[in-house]
């Protein structure tokens, strides 16, 4: 059997594409947990950036606004988190999930004049350049500006928390809010920033879905991606390093997987579909095993309320 | 440049309990003062309102002469008011580095020369590029001080900070301190401890239930006033009568190891003693040379092999604490907070948590609550608990309180053997004073203790035998009597 060299450039291409949402959804995600605060409603911020994109799309016809509305949508749904948490020092992850299900809900009843309309095209960059190298040009050409910035992500993510002044204050806000605060840092400031960043990340995720990756509007489309996205945070030890190694594996195995249903492989389907959550999981497990690695990685505030009492 | 800070009349009321009330003082520069304060007599919460954490209710504050507004920790850092907490302001997983970067405006390059001078001009050494986590009690220390010192500050309020530190630390502490004096600046020194005050101090200021209680010249003073004048009744001192013990012996530990899997623990080597009714043996040492880990093996946090520790005639070293007391033996934990008590539950409820099959707490699985609120009742009369309130949040007693409590829930059933761990750490001389009598009280009653401390005065006073670890391995085994407390600073820094 002949394999051609673009078809695997293609199928990587198609693996990192679907890799996207999630390192999105999961470098925001970080930020925000770095900062101490645990929000587990990825999912409903992504489906809610989804829809939010996709009609912006569809009413306006301008995709910039489309894109910058959808994550201008998850600033505002973490908003209320944020109002929730910081102000009214409600628990993290009972808000969490009260905002993943407030997501859905809203999402779908919003979505419900949107089914069926087709999306548009989203203009791709380098596309003259895509027959240029084997293998190498469907990889790196050819794809939407979400894409590349996806990619760099992780390491600006990195960049940020190590080498910047405000990176090194989000994560002593994580480590010890009181110390901070006894420091002269603004601890709700820094977390409501953290959190409303990493609101914006998760719609720029939604949207990629709805507008970029499958350029349409279906009922739940995140599809558990939000869940994902939160698992690869923690199994990553809080490095958007390995965040990116997991959201790779995580996509390589769902779209091999899918070749091989379509192969007709005879493994039952059941453990096909679960391949990926587990092995993404035991790589990131065994990728992160030093304890000591983890314990001055993750931020012991995580989840945490903060309240300052004068 | 002479500094002069008043405080006029300050107020800070707290729901239930008024933490300042009415204090004024004055402290001028080239001098150390103290604050001598038991705990809760509100000390804190005045260092507190100087370095911005807490706002005042009423009073002012003056910085030579100007009128200084201290709402936020970011206004005493601007008026040169550097404040060293009790619990460290540290962010444990970063740098050293970058635990002084974060709230300095300077570029990393000046910084660093910058901490080398002062580190190089007091002769501290510290690895900067560590995470803090990984630094003694006494390096935490100095990197909070340098952060004061990297901006030159005028005043220097350091609030109870020989809490946690060695004695090899804390002269190291003292010799930095008169320097700081020597420079200029002004020098507030927290404390409930009487001995560093005489040793340190030039004045001395005692507050007593949030009240200023005197001002004096501690030339005029000694151990005795200041106890007295701090506590406001009259101490009476307690001695142990040396008597012979019985030999018979009540536990036996031979061969005793443990290794750790945790970097962060200390391993356990060959560790053999054996203790006998009514002996109290003492183990020093420098915190974090084992303590913790024997003190886990010891009750039974940690299992170890069954034959190694010998309990009144069984072997016990595969038990768990649980198991443990049921041979009578009971633990006082060195977190009480932590380790010895739930802070969220309520007082009777902590009680419950020390079961015997004996005690009848539970039946069929459902608490029996009026046995364990009378049990608990009889804990708080009998070792003086503070409270009458069964139903209170266990986080809510004072240090003090809380430690009676815990040795009272473990005295209750009588045990052959008490093992505890810092049993007076961070307690005021009051509360002191009354878990050493009882200590003392049950080697009386031919019951022995296991006294591990870092607190060398208390461990001569209470022992009748001393041993010292240093990095998981035990000294012999020598009578209190022929002991000097410099003889244990050298075997605890790992001499001979």
Known sequence: MIIDVNFVGLIIASIMASAVPLILASCGELITERSGVLNLGVEGMMIIGAISGFALMTVTGSLIIAVFGAMLAGVLISTIFAFLTQTLITNHVATGLALTIFGIGISAMIGKNFVGIPGKEFPVLFEGLKDTIPLLSPILFGHSIVFYFAFALPFITSYFLKKTKVGLIVRAVGDSPESASNQGINVKLVRYACILYGGAMCGLAGAYLSMIYTPQWIENMTGGRGWIALALVVFSTWNPIKILIGAMIFGGLTIIQFHMQAIGVRIPVQFLTALPYLVTIIVLVVISRDSRKIRLSTPSSLGKSFHKDN | ?496
């Open chain 2, 1 to 496: 440049m002479n500094t002069n800070l008043k405080i006029s009349n300050v107020t800070k009321i707290y729901p239930g309990c008024i933490a300042n009330d009415n204090v004024s003082l004055e402290f001028n520069s080239g001098k150390i003062y103290a604050l001598l304060g038991e705990n809760g007599a509100g000390k804190s919460t005045l260092v507190k309102i100087l370095s911005g954490v807490v706002i005042a209710d009423e009073g002012k504050i003056y910085l030579n002469e100007n009128i200084l507004k201290l709402n936020s920790p970011s206004d005493a850092k601007k008026n040169d008011i550097g404040m060293v907490f009790q619990h460290f302001n540290l962010f444990e997983t970063l740098s050293v580095f970058e635990n002084l970067i974060i709230d300095s405006d300077e570029k990393r390059e000046s910084l660093r020369e910058k901490i080398d001078t002062i580190m190089k001009k007091y002769n501290f050494s510290i690895d900067l590029d560590i995470p803090v986590l990984n630094l003694s009690a006494g390096q935490k220390q100095k990197v909070e001080i340098i952060r004061c010192l990297i901006r030159s500050p005028k005043v220097l309020i350091m609030d109870e900070p020989t809490s946690v530190l060695t004695e090899q630390e804390t002269s190291e502490l003292f010799l930095s301190l008169k320097k700081f004096s020597e420079e200029g600046i002004l020098i507030i020194y927290i404390t409930h401890k009487l001995k560093e005050v005489m040793q340190l101090c030039d004045e001395v200021a005692v507050m007593r239930k949030g009240k200023l209680v005197s001002v004096s010249q501690i030339k005029n003073e000694n151990l005795e006033s200041l106890a007295n004048k701090m506590v406001g009744q009259d101490l009476k001192t307690i001695k142990k009568k040396k008597e012979n013990n019985s030999s018979e012996q009540l536990i036996n530990i031979t061969n005793l190891n443990f290794t750790s899997e945790d970097p962060f623990e200390t391993n356990l080597v060959d560790i053999n003693f054996s203790v006998n009714r009514g002996e109290c043996l003492g183990i020093a040492g420098i915190s974090g040379n084992g303590q913790s880990e024997l003190f886990q093996v010891l009750s039974g946090e940690i299992i170890s092999n069954k034959n190694s520790i010998e309990f009144n005639k069984n072997y016990i070293g595969d038990l768990n604490p649980q198991e443990r007391r049921e041979y009578l033996m009971a633990f006082s934990p060195e977190d009480r907070l932590e380790q010895a008590a739930i802070p969220q539950m309520a007082i009777f409820e902590n009680v419950a948590l020390n079961n015997f099959k004996s005690s009848n707490f539970f039946n069929n699985g459902l608490i029996n609550e009026s046995k364990i609120k009378e049990h608990s009742k009889k804990i708080i009369s009998d070792f003086n608990v503070n409270t009458d309130n069964i139903d209170l949040k266990s986080q809510f007693l004072s240090g003090g309180n809380l430690q009676k409590l815990i040795i009272g829930r473990e005295l209750i059933t009588s045990p052959d053997l008490l093992i505890c761990f810092n049993p007076t750490w961070g307690l005021d001389v009051g509360a002191i004073n009354y878990i050493h009598e009882t200590l003392i009280k049950i080697n009386e009653q031919n019951k022995s203790i296991i006294l591990i401390s870092t607190d060398t005065d208390e461990l001569l006073k209470l022992s009748d035998k001393i041993s010292v670890i240093h990095k998981g391995k035990l000294s012999k085994i020598m009578n209190a009597e022929e002991v000097t407390s410099e003889k244990l600073g050298i075997l605890m820094g790992g001499g001979n």
